[in-house]
C-alpha cells in the first residue's frame, strides 16, 4: 500500500527544512506513525463537503477518518471496492487539504497520483510509482490511477484492515530510507531548488551529512 506519499515525504522534508537552518534534529528511528478512529469535525469537515461531489462521482465511499500521531494530520479514507483503487484525503493546519488515490497489486507494485503541495523532489522505493500534481482534482487522480496502475490483481481496503497497512506502508518507506542512509545530495538539492529560496553547495553538503548521520544512527535499528 502505497497512499502516504505526502506523509513519508511530509517527514523527510520536515527533516530537510531543520538541516538547512541548522536546526537540531530529533527523531525516533526508524520514525513510526499512529493511527487512531476520530471523528469527522473542523475544517475536515469543511473539506471532505467540498468535496463529496467529486468523491461520489468515483464511486469513492468513506471507510474511515482517522487522527496520525505525531504528524497532526488528519485523514479520512475512501474505497471504490470495484476498482479496488483506495483515496486518502488529508487535513494539515499548515499545509491544508491535499488527496492520494492509489491502487497496488497483490505482487507489490503500485501507482499512486497525488495532489500534494510537495514531496516529488524525494526518490521512491522501486515498483512504487508516484505522480505528484497539484493542480489535478480528485476525478483527474482517479482516472490516472486507472490508466497508470500496474497489472492486477490487486489489494482490497477495508475498515477492519487500513490501519494496519496504512502504518506499516509507512514503517516500510521509513526502514528502505533507513537502510540507504536517508537522503541523498541530489534530494536535498531538488528539494533546495523546489523551496524557491538558494542555497550554496556548501550549505547543502552540510545539510545532507547532518541527515545521513542521524538517518545512520537509526540503521541498527532496521533488519
Not at 504528524?71 to 479520512?76: C, E, F, G, Q
Not at 471504490?80 to 491544508?96: F, K, L, R, T
Amino acid at each position: 500500500m502505497n497512499v502516504l506519499v505526502y506523509i513519508v515525504g511530509f517527514f523527510v522534508l520536515s527533516l530537510i527544512a531543520r538541516a538547512f537552518r541548522t536546526r537540531a534534529i530529533k527523531f525516533s528511528s526508524p520514525p513510526r506513525i499512529q493511527l487512531f478512529h476520530t471523528a469527522v469535525s473542523g475544517q475536515h469537515g469543511k473539506d471532505l463537503a467540498a468535496r463529496k461531489a467529486e468523491l461520489d462521482g468515483c464511486g469513492l465511499k468513506r471507510i474511515g477518518t482517522y487522527r496520525i500521531d505525531p504528524l497532526n494530520v488528519m485523514a479520512s479514507a475512501f474505497v471504490n471496492e470495484q476498482e479496488s483503487i483506495c483515496a486518502v484525503v488529508y487535513h494539515h493546519p499548515v499545509v491544508g487539504c491535499f488527496v492520494d488515490v492509489v491502487s497496488k497489486n497483490t505482487a507489490g507494485k503500485s501507482f499512486t497520483a497525488t495532489n500534494a503541495p510537495t514531496g516529488g523532489a524525494l526518490d521512491h522505493r522501486e515498483g512504487q510509482e508516484k505522480v505528484f500534481d497539484k493542480s489535478k482534482s480528485i476525478s483527474e487522480l482517479f482516472e490516472l490511477t486507472k490508466q497508470r496502475r500496474p497489472e492486477g490483481p490487486y489489494e482490497t481496503w477495508t475498515p477492519e484492515n487500513f490501519i494496519k497497512k496504512f502504518e506499516t506502508a509507512y514503517a516500510e518507506d521509513m526502514d528502505w530510507r533507513a537502510r540507504r542512509g536517508g537522503v541523498t545530495k541530489e534530494e536535498v538539492r531538488r528539494q533546495a531548488q523546489a523551496s524557491g529560496k538558494v542555497y550554496s553547495e556548501d550549505v547543502i553538503d552540510k545539510a545532507t551529512s547532518t541527515l545521513q548521520k542521524k538517518f545512520a544512527e537509526s540503521r541498527q535499528d532496521v533488519r
